[in-house]
């Protein structure tokens, strides 16, 4: 089962966000009125977990989970949240 406090999942999600970061910001740029997402194989990895995550057009965090297993042979447990990337990063 995945469960963390709520400080930490605060903690994840600013490590992904710093992580993807530079990636993102190169993507908007080219791609302004798009979605960015890191899904599948292009999972953001973090100690030992690979995460999903989908960004709006507005800054905001669609849809974050945690896949378990770097093969994903288990089912991913979803977890959406509405923060602004932009607040996260900065």
């Not at 406090?5 to 990636?23: C, F, Q």
Request: proline fraction near 1%.
């Amino acid at each position: 089962k995945f469960q963390l406090y709520e400080k930490d999942i605060e903690a994840v999600i600013s490590r992904v966000l710093h992580g993807i970061n530079t990636d993102y910001q190169v993507y908007k740029s080219d791609h302004p009125t798009q979605r960015y997402g890191k899904y599948g194989k292009d999972s953001y990895y973090l100690l030992g977990d690979y995460y999903t995550i989908q960004v709006n057009e507005d800054g905001s965090i669609g849809t974050f989970y945690r896949r378990n297993c770097a093969r994903f042979r288990h089912k991913s447990i979803k977890c959406f949240f509405s923060l602004s990337l932009l607040h996260m990063i900065n």
